[in-house]
């Protein structure tokens, strides 16, 4: 079964993780892609006012999009922007006008159209998401649907079935078919469940600064296919995860030359967060409770919702290799690292007999393999980064995923 993986910028709540868990999950050892297990936060408060440097970012954003450079105003949302934004509400403001960039960027790239349209009406969706009630951006969204309706874009994955709780036209149409196809299809049903998916795959879009130019950022696309057959958790867990938008705008934040570029923190962007997009039976890593009574999804944080392991499937880490990051062993979440092509790490690999919970043992499961864009996560590998540690001197994006 293949999969197509595109990664997309996602803007996550910060966290506060104190230096005593940055050190104890952010080791400098090579020899294991870590993710660090701390969860914490403040809630409640009065809401806070919009801070000078977000009200900055607006403004310079407007001006650059009205002024026909909306290249320049996504970054400025990428970075201060979506840095600054503390509520809901105000990640609703950068979220909304990235939108209406993404718009004028199709407008000046009329080749590149559908792309940046399905981008922007994607973000409005996001900020929905966050604000359900917001009608300016509801309002928005439609007139943008109209739009893309006028020039035969699709929304994206597909297309709306109902509006406002009524069904469109394509809706009645897609309805009826599949009705007819739920009759008919008891009789094939039995061997259309043995047959593999096919051609799904996903590709991630990526920003960096290339190494040999630290003036030049690089924007590429890094198509990886998956491999449910080995590993369904994983790949279900990496889908969920991708369809609903959570990687958008996070960053490859542990970059390790000839070893492997991690990312996939939805939480904090920082290698400090992370969990599973779905319930799995594991909470932490553990089925079981201090008590011994198993954990439900209702008695388990949801920031503790774990992957087991499924490294025992057969798949060897080698270049292009996809792989799930973890803090232990079963504590596999939304994480992972992919393989230059100058590393092999058969270290992480599972073989008969290694006890993949001992001290100083390590086994990762391996559930896709990229088939394009080989040469953006050999320049990843390689950019500058701090030396106090395996941080990026500038952000390495995942500005967003889907399938293809």
Same mark, same amino acid.
Not at 370 to 383: F, K, L, P, T, W
């Given at each position: 079964?293949?999969?197509?993986?595109?990664?997309?910028?996602?803007?996550?709540?910060?966290?506060?993780?104190?230096?005593?868990?940055?050190?104890?999950?952010?080791?400098?050892?090579?020899?294991?892609?870590?993710?660090?297990?701390?969860?914490?936060?403040?809630?409640?408060?009065?809401?806070?006012?919009?801070?000078?440097?977000?009200?900055?970012?607006?403004?310079?954003?407007?001006?650059?999009?009205?002024?026909?450079?909306?290249?320049?105003?996504?970054?400025?949302?990428?970075?201060?922007?979506?840095?600054?934004?503390?509520?809901?509400?105000?990640?609703?403001?950068?979220?909304?006008?990235?939108?209406?960039?993404?718009?004028?960027?199709?407008?000046?790239?009329?080749?590149?159209?559908?792309?940046?349209?399905?981008?922007?009406?994607?973000?409005?969706?996001?900020?929905?998401?966050?604000?359900?009630?917001?009608?300016?951006?509801?309002?928005?969204?439609?007139?943008?649907?109209?739009?893309?309706?006028?020039?035969?874009?699709?929304?994206?994955?597909?297309?709306?079935?109902?509006?406002?709780?009524?069904?469109?036209?394509?809706?009645?149409?897609?309805?009826?078919?599949?009705?007819?196809?739920?009759?008919?299809?008891?009789?094939?049903?039995?061997? /259309? *469940?043995?047959?593999?998916?096919? =051609?799904?795959?996903?590709?991630?879009?990526?920003? #960096? &600064?290339? $190494?040999? @130019?630290?003036?030049?950022?690089?924007?590429?696309?890094?198509?990886?296919?998956?491999?449910?057959?080995?590993?369904?958790?994983?790949?279900?867990?990496?889908?969920?995860?991708?369809?609903?938008?959570?990687?958008?705008?996070?960053?490859?934040?542990?970059?390790?030359?000839?070893?492997?570029?991690?990312?996939?923190?939805?939480?904090?962007?920082?290698?400090?967060?992370?969990?599973?997009?779905?319930?799995?039976?594991?909470?932490?890593?553990?089925?079981?409770?201090?008590?011994?009574?198993?954990?439900?999804?209702?008695?388990?944080?949801?920031?503790?919702?774990?992957?087991?392991?499924?490294?025992?499937?057969?798949?060897?880490?080698?270049?292009? /290799? *996809?792989?799930?990051?973890?803090? =232990?062993?079963?504590?596999?979440?939304?994480?992972? #690292? &992919?393989? $230059?092509? @100058?590393?092999?790490?058969?270290?992480?690999?599972?073989?008969?007999?290694?006890?993949?919970?001992?001290?100083?043992?390590?086994?990762?499961?391996?559930?896709?393999?990229?088939?394009?864009?080989?040469?953006?996560?050999?320049?990843?590998?390689?950019?500058?980064?701090?030396?106090?540690?395996?941080?990026?001197?500038?952000?390495?994006?995942?500005?967003?995923?889907?399938?293809?």
């Amino acid at each position: 079964m293949r999969f197509t993986l595109i990664m997309v910028y996602y803007f996550p709540q910060k966290w506060a993780i104190s230096p005593q868990n940055q050190k104890k999950w952010a080791p400098e050892c090579e020899e294991s892609p870590s993710v660090a297990v701390f969860k914490g936060g403040v809630v409640g408060g009065p809401m806070p006012p919009m801070p000078s440097e977000l009200k900055e970012a607006l403004e310079q954003a407007q001006e650059l999009i009205e002024s026909g450079k909306p290249d320049d105003a996504l970054d400025i949302l990428r970075t201060t922007g979506w840095t600054a934004a503390k509520t809901n509400s105000q990640k609703v403001r950068v979220t909304s006008l990235a939108s209406e960039a993404m718009i004028t960027k199709g407008d000046l790239d009329m080749g590149n159209r559908r792309k940046h349209w399905q981008r922007a009406y994607k973000n409005y969706q996001q900020a929905l998401k966050l604000e359900s009630s917001n009608k300016d951006i509801r309002r928005s969204m439609n007139k943008l649907a109209s739009m893309m309706d006028e020039q035969s874009i699709s929304l994206g994955k597909g297309f709306q079935i109902f509006d406002d709780g009524n069904p469109t036209p394509a809706g009645l149409v897609a309805i009826s078919v599949a009705i007819i196809i739920f009759l008919v299809g008891f009789k094939y049903a039995g061997a /259309a *469940l043995e047959q593999p998916l096919e =051609g799904t795959t996903v590709t991630l879009e990526v920003s #960096y &600064i290339h $190494p040999d @130019d630290p003036n030049s950022r690089i924007e590429g696309e890094i198509v990886i296919e998956l491999y449910p057959d080995e590993a369904p958790k994983h790949v279900e867990n990496f889908l969920y995860l991708v369809d609903n938008s959570l990687y958008d705008y996070t960053t490859f934040h542990r970059v390790i030359d000839g070893f492997m570029v991690q990312g996939g923190d939805i939480e904090m962007m920082d290698g400090g967060g992370g969990y599973a997009g779905k319930w799995y039976g594991y909470c932490n890593g553990q089925t079981l409770d201090s008590t011994g009574t198993p954990h439900t999804s209702e008695s388990c944080r949801v920031e503790d919702w774990s992957v087991p392991g499924e490294h025992t499937n057969g798949l060897k880490h080698g270049p292009g /290799a *996809l792989a799930a990051a973890h803090a =232990g062993l079963n504590t596999d979440g939304s994480q992972f #690292y &992919i393989v $230059p092509s @100058d590393s092999t790490p058969s270290h992480l690999d599972w073989n008969e007999g290694k006890d993949c919970a001992a001290q100083g043992q390590s086994c990762h499961t391996v559930y896709g393999m990229v088939v394009s864009g080989m040469e953006h996560v050999d320049a990843m590998s390689e950019v500058d980064t701090s030396s106090s540690g395996n941080k990026p001197l500038h952000d390495v994006r995942l500005m967003t995923a889907y399938r293809s």
